[in-house]
Structure formats: C-alpha cells, structure tokens
C-alpha cells in the first residue's frame, strides 16, 4: 500500500466561557505545516479571555487509496485538514486526537459525540505535497452501475393451498 507522511502541528485556544454550564472551550485554530520547535502545549500567547497553545505535533498519512478524496478535497475552494481533540484526564484536560486531509474520515469523526472536530485551512505546502502524491498515485477507477435482479412478478401473488390428498387414517 502506498503511503506517505507529513509531519504538522496544531494550535489550539482555550476561551474562557460566561455559561453555567462550562467555563471553558477548546478550539482548534490552526495547522502548520512541520513541527515546530516549541515543547507541546507551550502558551504562545494569553489574554483574560484567550489562551493560545501549541498543541504539538502529529504525523499526517496520505494513503493511496484515498487519493479520489484528497482529490476532490483540493478541488473544493477551502482545502482542508480536519483536526480533532478529545478531553482527557491529565492537564491541560485535552489531547490532539487526528489530523486528517481526508473528507469523509473527517465526516465519520463527527460521529462519537464528544470530540471536538473542526475543519481548519490547509497550509499551502501541505496542499503542494497532497497534489503532488495525488498526482503520482491517482488511479481512476470507472464508475460500475450494478444491474438489479428482474422482478418475480408472481412473487407476491395470491397463493392457494394446494388439496391434500384424504387422510386415510381417520
């Protein structure tokens, strides 16, 4: 199978929250392409209302069989990388989950529940190495309508229980 990788960080803000319920959100807030030299979850800058963490770093896969998403991901207008984060015991109470450029996994994230899952832009030489491998191991795959089965017009038709034959025992 082919593949290939990229390493990225992640930016993060803590947002002080006037709710009953939370006093606090986390929310992904950028991509960058390749690691930066920061330790992870190093404040990079703090207000009352803000903190801004480097998350750290994550290793992005490019699968060659997922090149028609990435394909069409480019294509979109917004290129993308869908980043998420999951809440964890340990401080700062929050963990980088997946980065992903793939659409559809970035969709099926959304599915458990508690993650927090946003869709961030897609650095500009992310976007170059994704079209490059996309490019090199695209293979079009025709498109094959499956034929339905003829319907059995009798299949729903009114039946008439067969005649036994007399029972000779009675």
């Known amino acids: 199978m082919v593949r290939e990788t990229a390493e990225v960080g992640v930016v993060v803000e803590r947002r002080t929250l006037n ?25 990079l800058s703090e207000t009352a209302e803000v903190t801004r963490f480097y998350a750290g770093a994550f ?6 069989s997922d090149t028609a998403m990435y394909r069409d991901n480019l294509r979109s207008g917004r290129p993308s990388l869908w980043v998420s984060l999951r809440q964890v015991d340990a401080p ?25 899952i946003e869709a961030l832009p897609m650095p ?6 994704l079209a490059a491998f996309v490019e090199a191991h695209h293979v079009e795959r025709p498109f094959v309508k499956r034929q339905r089965d003829r319907a059995d017009t009798e299949s729903m038709a009114r039946r008439i229980p067969a005649s036994r034959p007399p029972d000779e025992t009675r």
């Open 59 to 64: 290793e992005l896969e490019f699968f060659g």
């Open 19 to 43: 709710n009953p319920w939370a006093d606090h959100v986390w929310i992904p807030v950028a991509v960058l392409a390749g690691v930066a030299a920061a330790a992870p979850w190093t404040v």
């Open 124 to 129: 500009i030489e992310l976007q170059q190495q």
């Open 92 to 116: 700062p109470g929050i963990a980088l989950q997946v980065v992903t450029a793939d659409p559809s996994e970035g969709e099926s994230l959304t599915e458990a529940g508690s993650d927090i």
